[in-house]
């Protein structure tokens, strides 16, 4: 069996759009308004207990901007609107990116206000891929920020991604494993992103397989004959029972027993995890570890730490893999320039700032401070954050970053910021990000034309 997109694959995510990008893209074409813009895509504000998000999705925006295509049946289905001409139809049909694309790398920490990314392409080109950069961007941001708070939580112990069975569809597990690995989680249940990505795969036994046997005891012995070093789980029935056929296990088998952990899936996990440490070591049982699941993120693994429970590393689902406590972003893709001039939204709390920027992150010790949105011209006194991954519709060499790279990104970027900035609470006063005193004279000079206009 294929695994199918909805859309066809690639050759048909052009019609994975919302219905006005495409009224307006006839418009725009009829009335000859065809010259260059810049559209930038940026976070206006954080949500609760976030103090900083992940810059996580380029990949697939290139891949998608590089391989833009409306084929037949898109043409067709369109051609079958009664709202779209023939003139305009046939127009998509040569219908490809052209421009250059500036981004943050994948693993960089940004502020609200930030460009994530720019895109400076004829109008048409970059109004059109607008619905497509932001699912991808918002999507994985959310889950990359959300997992890199459950590593930062679990410091140092291992954190295996569980939670494909109910994230929100099956693109949505395929690309959040990829945001997880990049936020520094160490494997995943997911099959199909470690074929995709190369991802490191692992997992353990269900509950069933135990079900499944007359007693707990066999289901273990049958189960190690396949598969000598694997992980137990011993909370089917009862927990210490469980613990307890572990090491009736071990007696049987001798130096054949191989068994790397043990799993608590449920009760009180740091209670249990002291109860069973006990319980192995006295059986001499040392080398086994102990596995934590069930219900948990980075608020519950933090107590688990800070008690140190011997738990050797956490499987982490449904919470991790929706971004239950903050599973939206207020994102924003706006247009700021259009024919070499600034263009701004003036709407209350909705502002978008003209003009392309860059992004300068200002560092004291190795530790960054604060950032400086400037205008794309200038040389600001901290570190470019920004970079050119696309130019005139292909891929430059800063496009073209494999997934250990945008691991490492995030584990050196992330390092960058203080330790305030990782609590889980929303911290006060946030980050300090400015604008520059060139992009804020652009900025008074656009708005003051748009309201004499």
Same mark, same amino acid.
């Given at each position: 069996?294929?695994?199918?997109?909805?859309?066809?694959?690639?050759?048909?995510?052009?019609?994975?759009?919302?219905?006005?990008?495409?009224?307006?893209?006839?418009?725009?074409?009829?009335?000859?308004?065809?010259?260059?813009?810049?559209?930038?895509?940026?976070?206006?504000?954080?949500?609760?207990?976030?103090?900083?998000?992940?810059?996580?999705?380029?990949?697939?925006?290139?891949?998608?901007?590089?391989?833009?295509?409306?084929?037949?049946?898109?043409l067709e289905h369109l051609a079958g609107r009664d709202e779209f001409s023939a003139e305009f139809v046939e127009w998509l049909e040569s219908f490809r990116?052209?421009?250059?694309v500036y981004a943050l790398p994948e693993g960089t920490p940004f502020f609200p206000q930030e460009p994530v990314l720019e895109i400076v392409a004829p109008?048409?080109?970059?109004?059109?891929?607008?619905?497509?950069?932001?699912?991808?961007?918002?999507?994985?941001?959310?889950?990359?920020?959300?997992?890199?708070?459950?590593?930062?939580?679990?410091?140092?112990?291992?954190?295996?991604?569980?939670?494909?069975?109910?994230?929100?569809?099956?693109?949505?597990?395929?690309?959040?494993?990829?945001?997880?690995?990049?936020?520094?989680?160490?494997?995943?249940?997911?099959?199909?992103?470690?074929?995709?990505?190369?991802?490191?795969?692992?997992?353990?036994?269900?509950?069933?397989?135990?079900?499944?046997?007359?007693?707990?005891?066999?289901?273990?012995?049958e189960f190690t004959r396949l598969y000598p070093t694997t992980i137990l789980p011993v909370d089917t029935y009862d927990t210490l029972e469980g613990v307890?056929?572990?090491?009736?296990?071990?007696?049987?088998?001798?130096?054949?027993?191989?068994?790397?952990?043990?799993?608590?899936?449920?009760?009180?996990?740091?209670?249990?995890?002291?109860?069973?440490?006990?319980?192995?070591?006295?059986?001499?049982?040392?080398?086994?570890?102990?596995?934590?699941?069930?219900?948990?993120?980075?608020?519950?693994? %933090?107590?688990? *730490? #800070?008690? @140190?429970?011997?738990? !050797?590393?956490?499987? =982490? &689902?449904? $919470?991790?893999?929706?971004? +239950?406590?903050?599973?939206?972003?207020?994102?924003?893709?706006?247009?700021?320039?259009?024919?070499?001039?600034?263009?701004?939204?003036?709407?209350?709390?909705?502002?978008?700032?003209?003009?392309?920027?860059? %992004?300068?992150? *200002? #560092?004291? @010790?190795?530790?960054? !401070?604060?950032?400086? =949105? &400037?205008? $794309?011209?200038?040389?600001? +006194?901290?570190?470019?954050?920004?970079?050119?991954?696309?130019?005139?519709?292909?891929?430059?060499?800063?496009?073209?970053?494999?997934?250990?790279?945008?691991?490492?990104?995030?584990?050196?970027?992330?390092?960058?910021?203080?330790?305030?900035?990782?609590?889980?609470?929303?911290?006060?006063?946030?980050?300090?990000?400015?604008?520059?005193?060139?992009?804020?004279?652009?900025?008074?000079?656009?708005?003051?034309?748009?309201?004499?206009?």
């Amino acid at each position: 069996m294929t695994l199918r997109s909805p859309w066809g694959g690639d050759k048909n995510a052009a019609l994975l759009t919302d219905h006005y990008e495409l009224t307006m893209l006839q418009a725009y074409v009829r009335q000859g308004f065809v010259r260059e813009a810049v559209f930038s895509l940026f976070v206006r504000r954080l949500p609760k207990n976030r103090n900083f998000l992940v810059a996580c999705g380029l990949e697939d925006v290139l891949h998608y901007l590089e391989s833009l295509r409306f084929d037949q049946d898109a043409l067709e289905h369109l051609a079958g609107r009664d709202e779209f001409s023939a003139e305009f139809v046939e127009w998509l049909e040569s219908f490809r990116f052209t421009g250059d694309v500036y981004a943050l790398p994948e693993g960089t920490p940004f502020f609200p206000q930030e460009p994530v990314l720019e895109i400076v392409a004829p109008l048409p080109e970059a109004q059109f891929v607008e619905t497509f950069v932001m699912n991808q961007i918002h999507l994985q941001t959310v889950l990359c920020t959300k997992a890199a708070r459950v590593v930062r939580a679990a410091t140092g112990r291992a954190v295996v991604d569980f939670g494909l069975r109910r994230m929100h569809g099956t693109e949505a597990g395929l690309k959040g494993a990829r945001a997880f690995y990049i936020a520094g989680v160490a494997a995943t249940s997911n099959v199909l992103a470690g074929r995709v990505y190369g991802i490191p795969v692992t997992g353990t036994m269900g509950h069933s397989y135990i079900q499944a046997h007359e007693e707990e005891l066999t289901a273990f012995r049958e189960f190690t004959r396949l598969y000598p070093t694997t992980i137990l789980p011993v909370d089917t029935y009862d927990t210490l029972e469980g613990v307890r056929n572990v090491i009736r296990l071990a007696d049987e088998l001798g130096d054949e027993f191989k068994v790397s952990a043990i799993r608590l899936d449920s009760g009180d996990l740091k209670e249990l995890a002291f109860a069973s440490r006990a319980m192995l070591d006295e059986a001499g049982l040392e080398r086994v570890q102990i596995f934590a699941s069930g219900g948990l993120d980075e608020y519950e693994i %933090v107590p688990l *730490v #800070e008690a @140190d429970a011997p738990i !050797i590393g956490f499987g =982490v &689902g449904t $919470a991790m893999g929706v971004s +239950a406590d903050a599973p939206a972003l207020d994102i924003a893709y706006k247009l700021v320039s259009y024919d070499g001039r600034g263009r701004a939204k003036l709407s209350p709390d909705k502002e978008a700032i003209p003009g392309r920027k860059q %992004v300068f992150r *200002v #560092e004291v @010790d190795g530790s960054a !401070i604060r950032d400086v =949105v &400037g205008r $794309a011209e200038e040389f600001g +006194a901290g570190r470019s954050l920004l970079r050119k991954v696309m130019e005139r519709g292909v891929r430059t060499r800063h496009g073209r970053v494999d997934l250990a790279t945008a691991r490492q990104t995030a584990r050196d970027e992330i390092s960058r910021l203080r330790e305030r900035l990782h609590s889980l609470e929303t911290v006060d006063p946030p980050y300090s990000v400015w604008f520059s005193e060139q992009l804020d004279t652009e900025r008074s000079s656009v708005v003051s034309w748009l309201k004499r206009r």
